[in-house]
Every structure is written in structure tokens, then in C-alpha cells.
């Protein structure tokens, strides 16, 4: 007659010559099918009767537990593995070992695991990149989401405590000492979350809301990868963003060494990239320069304006992909806009195979709100989004952009020649200023590039788009002032054409009697729209607060005058936060009244200064008909008015 007892929750039969576990099956046909043995050796009820165990016929259901059991910014993944039953739970360790119980026991209830329970055990620990259940990183606790083996359960305990929303307020680390800035509050939440990631060896989405200044938490990360990392970062932007991100690099972060990766002069050395802590360049060049970019090891690379990554047959897109990378982060305040594919190609940048192949990922995931809402517990660790109304109380009621521009080379030299036939006339005259600043509102207004689309021949109007897309995206209202009937006229159309959303136009052909109307049209609308004004002709006057963005699409010589127009929405009544975009060319006309506005502001912020024939206005005229864009060497002001360096930055 054998001997039962109970070690370590397992339930051994024991002779004179050997001592061996039981089985469920073997306990299971004793206690309930009146058996009399077990191994061949005889045994009786009252042998389990005497360890004081209750014998449940009913099934413990294993279960994958999923919890984080640390508080500080180094927190512990654990993944367990449990049999839970009745109310209660046990926890069934050394998963991998050869013999191990396939039964739990719990306050001295005895309760056997399903058939095949151990196995489905071990086979999930080897999908999901495991050798046991123990602690784990944060890239397998995502992959582990998605484990879908209907033989075992699995529960994520950690409930909101490593969403990114949540996790950005919990985390602790000072900003870089060489940040030539200051941050909001949800901004330094926003870098210590994308330093956490990085350190954690996951990519991440910064979908913050435009306006927010994702660029400046990101350049905080790249200067936090400068201290620890001798490995370079690669930044990828739209070719229209370069020159906004060159200046903000060097307005928040001069201790960074960067290199503009761009252009005809650029190098085709790798040796050369390895010597710069940051590598600027186009989604363009990189698809086109891919061979190059993957000789180096990047120890992060930025997409910004990551949905031009959201068809994942593109070019681009798959070039992008191949690169080597130790992590990744995307930007974008629009990361899904039409399909979940979309989601799914930006998110396999970021975090590769995450969600599966895109074939598996459609089978699984079909364009439907259901699949979306299945989609959500998976990667809101890795997206950070935050609206501009989460973080009203840390903003200013006003956030300023300034948006500098660069020409492409066709219509820089289109524009060099229209300069240098101003400037051999003799005449240096605001008729000959104009036709420089109609050229730079859009060539088709001085007519030029006629034969090409409206978009192709202006990255102004490209950006425009981008903007614009943000802002749909949103469900917001946008002013645009320009100061050019023909430009009003193909900005309505053109942006009606491109977003299917409602747009008019207020300037001087528009009679008095008929302009509030326009505005109460624009007004009672429930949906994006946008307004296009002249800012002479309706930039006193009116009303329009229920606009929260403007946008500047070419820039007045007076600054009076575009203040005045900024004020038809920022102003008393406004109860939104109102963010003013300003579009300019570098090295152009435009680049000049820019300075000019910053110049004068700076002299007097309350005066009404216009053209008025001194000596100041004339040395800025001649200045404007000398600038080049063709000589890409000269300094340009970084746009500072002096004041609290923040979130108003792209």
C-alpha cells in the first residue's frame, strides 16, 4: 500500500523504493471513478482523505496573468501562469521543468488543470520569445496581447498603468542640461516617455495634437541619446520641414552636430554620417540614398510626418524599413486617417511585426469599428496622444509657428531670375517687391510653372496641405489669409478639391452687406471648414472665433496688419486655444519681411509701423531684392522674439 503526501504543491505517492507525483488523471480516477490503484501500486480513498485536501471534480481554467509590480521609472513586468477557479487562484511554477503538476491546489482545495494545459503553457512561452514565466520586457508583454490560443486565458492586471497617457505622468528624469529651453509640464511628461521607450528597446508614436510641440520633445530625446549613445540618429522629414527642423535644432539644442543630408552637394560616405550626432534628410533622398543609409547603425530613427509611411507598398515605405535601427519613433497627430492599414504600416515601423504581417493583420483586424476597438489595448503603450484640450491648463492662449520654407531648385532659379531682373532695372520700388512676393504666395500668380498642378510647383501649398490635413483630422476651423485674389480663388479650390470640406472667400470683391453672413455660414458649421481672407479687407472688423487655427499663407510688409488679422480669432469671446501658422521662404523676399516683422515687434509691440518711405524701410526693400535663393550659406534668425522658449514650435 502506498503513502500520499503533499510538497510544494504537488501530490506524491510514496513506497519503500520510490517516491513519484501523481498525475491529475491518476488523483482524478481515485477520488472520483473509485479506483484502486495508481501506477500499479494499491491505494485508497482514505490515503487522500488523510492530507486534509478537498477534491474538486471541476476544472481550474489556466490563465496568463500580466502585472507590473514596480512603481519607478525601472518597473517590472511579470507574466505568470495561473489556475483560477471558484474565486480562487494558484500559481503553477516551473512551467518548463519535466515533471510538473498539471493540477493546482489552493487553500487546500485540490483542482485539476485542463487537458493539455501544460503543453498550451509551454507552447505559449515559446510563440512569444520566452524560456519561463518571470519577468519580461515590455516589447513581449505587447506580443503577448495578441496570444490568441483559446486553451489558455490571459489577463492583463497592469490596466492603465503602461498606456502611454498614464505612463508619461508617472515617470521621473530631468530634462538635458544642454535644452537651450523650457518646457511645459505634459512636455517634459512627453520627453521622459520617449526616453523611457528608447531605454526600453521599443519604438513609439508621439501623435500629439499640431501645435503641442512634438519636435521639441523629440529633440530633447536626441540630446539625451548624445550623452549616452557615440552612435548617430537619422531624421526623416518631409523635404518641406527641413528648414524648420535645422532651425529648431539650432535654436533648442546648438550642442547637437547636425548634418543636412540633402540637396546635390550631399555625401555618399557613411564615415562621414558616423561623424554627426544627428542626420537630417527627406523621405525622398532616403529612399532614393537607402544603399548608403544602411551602412550605418542608427541608434534612432525619427520619421516625422510619419503618415507618409502609411501605405506600406511605397517606395519609401519599404526602403525606410530596411534600415538598421536600434529603435524608432514616429511622429504624427494624424497616425490613422482613413484605413487601419494605415495604422498598421506606421506601427510596423516602430515596433516590426508587432501586429503580425499585413496579410495577417487584415485577416485579423477588418476595416470595421469593432477591429479598431480590438486594436486599442495593443498599442496605446506605445502611442502618446495628447489634445490640445488635455493640456489647456499648461498652455498659453495663443501658440505661435513659424514655418520656414525652402524653394526647390527649379523655382529657385525661376525666382533668381525674376530678382536679378529687378535688380539690373534700376528701380528697387515695392511694384518690383511685389512681383518677388506674389512669385512666393504661388508661381501661377506671376505666371509661372502654369503647365504643372498647383501642388507640384509649390512646397508652400504642399505644406499648406499637411496643415490643413492636421486640422480636418480634428474636426477644426481655419482661417487663411493671403493677400492675392488669384491666391484666394486657388486656395478655396484647391483645398474643397483635396479635402471635400466646405471653404469661401472674403476679400475686396466681397460686398460689406454680404461678409457676416459668410461668417455665420462658416460658423453654424458642425464640421472642419475653412475661411480664406484677404487680411486687409477682413482683417479689422469681424468676428470669427470659431476658427481655432490661422494661417499666414504669405506674410505682410506691415506688421500691424497681420496682427490685426491674427485678432480675427484671437480674440475676447475665443474659448479655444488658437494656434497662428506663418509660411515663408528662406533666402527670399519673404525670408527678409520675416526678420522685418521680428525687428519691429521687438522695437515697438504696440506701434502701428508701415512702409513709409525711411530710411529703415528702404534698406529693407533693397535687402529683399539682394537676397538669393541660390546662396544656401547665409545665417538666418532663428525667429526668437526674445521670449519664453516653449511649445511653440512645430
Same mark, same amino acid.
Request: glycine share 6%; with cysteine.
Given at each position: ?28 480516477? $481515485? ?9 500499479? =501500486? ?13 477534491? @474538486? ?122 535644452? #537651450? ?17 528608447? %531605454? ?20 530633447? /530625446? ?6 549616452? @549613445? ?48 544627428? $542626420? ?36 519609401? +515605405? &519599404? ?21 487601419? +492599414?494605415?495604422?498598421? @504600416? $506606421? ?45 489647456? &491648463?499648461?498652455?498659453?492662449? %495663443? =501658440? ?57 510647383? @509649390? ?59 459668410? =461668417? ?15 487680411? !486687409? ?45 506663418? /509660411?515663408?521662404? =528662406? ?15 521687438? /522695437?515697438?509691440?504696440?506701434?502701428? $509701423?508701415? +512702409? ?5 524701410? #528702404? ?6 531684392? %539682394? ?7 547665409? !545665417? ?15
Amino acid at each position: 500500500m502506498g503513502k500520499i503526501s503533499v510538497k510544494d504543491g504537488a501530490i506524491f505517492l510514496s513506497t519503500e523504493k520510490q517516491q513519484v507525483m501523481l498525475l491529475a488523471e491518476e488523483i482524478f480516477a $481515485i477520488i472520483f471513478e473509485s479506483a484502486l490503484s495508481a501506477r500499479g =501500486i494499491p491505494l485508497s480513498q482514505a490515503e487522500f482523505n488523510s492530507t486534509g485536501l478537498k477534491f @474538486s471534480k471541476y476544472s481550474a481554467a489556466p490563465t496568463v496573468v500580466l502585472q507590473r509590480i514596480s512603481e519607478d521609472d525601472l518597473f517590472i513586468i511579470e507574466c505568470r501562469l495561473f489556475g483560477k477557479g471558484n474565486g480562487f487562484e494558484a500559481e503553477v511554477k516551473k512551467c518548463t521543468d519535466c515533471d510538473i503538476p498539471d493540477y493546482v491546489i489552493f487553500r487546500n482545495t485540490w483542482m485539476p488543470l485542463p487537458a493539455g494545459s501544460i503543453e498550451a503553457a509551454r507552447s505559449f512561452l515559446k510563440e512569444v520569445g520566452l524560456s519561463d514565466f518571470g519577468q519580461i520586457s515590455l516589447e513581449q508583454y505587447l506580443r503577448i496581447l495578441q496570444f490568441r490560443d483559446t486553451s489558455l486565458l490571459v489577463e492583463d492586471r497592469t490596466n492603465t498603468s503602461l498606456r502611454a497617457a498614464h505612463l508619461a505622468g508617472t515617470l521621473k528624469g530631468d530634462v538635458p542640461v544642454d535644452f #537651450m529651453g523650457t518646457l511645459y509640464p505634459y512636455q517634459v511628461d512627453g520627453y521622459r516617455w520617449l526616453t523611457h521607450m528608447k %531605454r526600453s528597446g521599443v519604438g513609439c508614436i508621439i501623435a500629439d495634437e499640431m501645435g503641442l510641440g512634438k519636435t521639441i520633445q523629440v529633440i530633447c /530625446l536626441l540630446l539625451d541619446l548624445k550623452q549616452n @549613445s557615440c552612435n548617430p540618429s537619422l531624421v526623416v522629414t518631409p523635404a518641406t520641414l527641413i528648414e524648420s527642423w535645422k532651425r529648431e535644432l539650432k535654436r533648442f539644442a546648438p550642442s547637437l552636430d547636425v548634418y543636412v543630408h540633402h540637396g546635390s552637394g550631399r555625401t555618399g560616405f557613411p564615415d562621414e554620417l558616423q561623424e554627426h550626432n544627428v $542626420i537630417l534628410t527627406s523621405y525622398e533622398t532616403a529612399a532614393t540614398d537607402v544603399s548608403l543609409l544602411r551602412n550605418v547603425t542608427w541608434q534612432l530613427i525619427v520619421a516625422d510626418e510619419a503618415q507618409a509611411l502609411k501605405n506600406p507598398s511605397a517606395k519609401r +515605405t &519599404k526602403r525606410l524599413k530596411t534600415l538598421l535601427r536600434r529603435s524608432a519613433v514616429a511622429m504624427s497627430g494624424t497616425p490613422f486617417e482613413n484605413r487601419l +492599414t494605415d495604422l498598421w @504600416s $506606421i506601427t510596423d515601423f516602430v515596433v516590426p511585426s508587432l501586429l503580425g504581417s499585413q496579410a495577417e493583420f487584415e485577416n485579423r483586424f477588418p476595416e470595421t469599428m469593432e477591429s479598431a476597438s480590438s486594436i486599442e489595448p495593443i498599442i496605446t503603450p506605445i502611442i502618446l496622444r495628447r489634445k490640445v484640450s488635455d493640456v489647456a &491648463k499648461d498652455l498659453p492662449e %495663443r =501658440i505661435d509657428i513659424a514655418q520656414p520654407l525652402q524653394l526647390d531648385a527649379e523655382t529657385a532659379t525661376l525666382y533668381e531670375s525674376l530678382r536679378l531682373t529687378a535688380a539690373t532695372s534700376g528701380n528697387a520700388n515695392l511694384a518690383l517687391l511685389n512681383t518677388l512676393r506674389m512669385f512666393c504666395t504661388h508661381p501661377w500668380l506671376s505666371g509661372h510653372c502654369t503647365h504643372i498642378s498647383a501642388a507640384d510647383c @509649390s512646397v508652400k501649398l504642399q505644406r499648406l496641405f499637411e496643415i490643413v490635413e492636421e486640422i480636418v483630422s480634428s474636426d477644426a476651423k481655419t482661417l487663411i489669409f493671403t493677400s492675392y485674389q488669384k491666391a484666394a480663388d486657388l486656395l478655396s479650390r484647391e483645398i474643397a478639391s483635396q479635402f471635400n470640406i466646405y471653404t469661401d472667400v472674403i476679400d475686396g470683391r466681397t460686398p460689406v452687406s454680404e461678409r457676416q453672413q459668410k =461668417i455665420d455660414d462658416f460658423t453654424n458649421l458642425r464640421s472642419a471648414a475653412a475661411l480664406i481672407l484677404n487680411p !486687409r479687407a477682413a482683417g479689422t472688423g469681424l468676428n470669427i472665433t470659431a476658427a481655432s487655427h490661422v494661417i499666414h499663407f504669405n506674410l505682410e510688409w506691415n506688421p500691424a496688419v497681420e496682427d490685426q488679422a491674427s485678432a480675427r480669432a484671437y480674440r475676447l469671446g475665443q474659448t479655444k486655444i488658437v494656434t497662428i501658422h506663418r /509660411l515663408f521662404y =528662406i533666402d527670399t523676399v519673404e525670408d527678409v519681411i520675416n526678420d522685418r516683422l521680428t525687428r519691429k515687434r521687438e /522695437l515697438a509691440s504696440t506701434a502701428v $509701423i508701415g +512702409t513709409d518711405g525711411s530710411d529703415a524701410d #528702404m534698406q529693407d526693400i533693397l535687402k529683399a531684392l %539682394r537676397v538669393s535663393p541660390l546662396n544656401q550659406g547665409r !545665417r538666418h534668425n532663428d525667429g526668437s522674439n526674445g521670449n519664453r522658449e516653449s511649445a511653440q514650435c512645430q
